[in-house]
């Protein structure tokens, strides 16, 4: 046992087990912040792979935004110290056992399955090299679609800002 | 198991993705459904990084990917959000088995 592999079994713990907190929590609130710890595993699956700029990415967008959005929604919209209504118990053992079966078909296919690596060598993932190729208008560049994003990023600000609005009321 | 590879962490994102399947099909309210896509997006971001870094080392588009399914997930996010609240308002509930304003 090496520590990288003690290392990824911890952050495996984490994420996993944020992720069955995040499912099954009775209270709302709660459930947001394991969702939050399941998020900072998966960030720190991506430093471990050494992949800086998606961890520093997943950070910044997930963990500073998505979750702290989630929060505030639930602040507007619930009670967050009341529990939540407990899912019936037929669907509960529905869902786990078509949860399990899935997951466990999936596994045994990743198992039989022999991956090929390439034999290319490797490009280093720093912020320089993604960055490159992400503006570069040659064959290999994400010129457009980065584009094409930043329009869909203006239409789901204006869209969320639109459906948000308080209704005026008639006078 | 002598070195973490790729199948340790395709095992990791398959479970990642079930559990946020089993979320999904289990809560009623909205707010905790976008939790699980949000686990099941990010399981499937954890796969495109796995496939880059073991797979395919020469290229950067598994990196691509990622981001540009970050950045949609986050406007997906913000917009689902916003029509949550919109929803509360009207209904004053989350519930989706309450939700019939768009009921024929």
Excluded: W
């Excluded at chain 1, 992720?19 to 209270?27: D, H, S």
Aim: glycine share 6%.
């Amino acid at each position: 046992m090496s520590a990288s592999i003690v290392i990824f079994y911890i952050l495996a713990s984490i994420i996993l087990g944020g992720g069955i907190l995040a499912v099954t929590a009775k209270k709302i609130f709660r459930s947001a912040i394991y969702l939050l710890f399941s998020l900072m595993g998966i960030a720190g699956l991506y430093f471990y792979l050494n992949y800086e700029f998606i961890a520093a990415v997943q950070i910044v967008v997930y963990i500073g935004g998505i979750v702290v959005l989630i929060i505030f929604s639930i602040f507007l919209t619930h009670a967050s110290g009341k529990d939540m209504e407990k899912p019936k118990l037929i669907s509960v053992i529905v869902s786990a056992l078509a949860a399990v079966f899935a997951c466990a078909i999936v596994i045994s296919l990743i198992n039989n399955y022999s991956f090929v690596a390439t034999t290319n060598t490797a490009i280093e993932p720093t912020v320089k090299n993604i960055g490159r190729q992400m503006l570069s208008t040659t064959e290999h560049g994400f010129i457009l679609p980065f584009e094409v994003v930043s329009m869909l990023l203006l239409a789901a600000l204006i869209g969320s800002i639109v459906i948000a609005l308080k209704p005026k009321t008639e006078a | 198991m002598n070195e973490i590879g790729l199948t340790h962490i395709l095992f990791l994102s398959a479970i990642l993705f079930f559990i946020g399947v089993y979320g999904f099909l289990t809560r009623r309210n909205m707010v905790t459904m976008l939790m699980s896509i949000e686990l099941i997006l990010n399981s499937v971001n954890i796969n495109f990084v796995a496939f880059n870094k073991f797979l395919h080392a020469g290229k950067l588009d598994g990196t691509f990917f990622t981001i540009f399914i970050i950045t949609i997930a986050a406007a997906e996010a913000a917009v689902a959000i916003a029509i949550i609240i919109h929803l509360y308002r009207s209904s004053k509930s989350i519930d989706v088995n309450d939700a019939d304003l768009m009921k024929f």
